[in-house]
């Protein structure tokens, strides 16, 4: 695991406020809301395949599979 992912997730959420903000300005709120749930799939795309990675570990580290 690096440190770098912690840096996406958050690049990910700052460019998602300002584009929801712009947005909700605008008044644009039906997109906005769309922009939002597609940043919080890009996070858990990610995070899920962290979680897929460290239950792998742990199970090389404890010889279960």
Known sequence: MDI????????????????????????RDDIATVVSLVGLILVLTAVISMIADLFSQIRQLFDLF
Do not use: E, M, R, W
């Open 4 to 27: 770098s992912i912690i840096f996406k997730i958050a690049a990910v959420g700052i460019i998602v406020t300002i584009i929801c903000q712009v947005l909700k300005k605008s008044d």
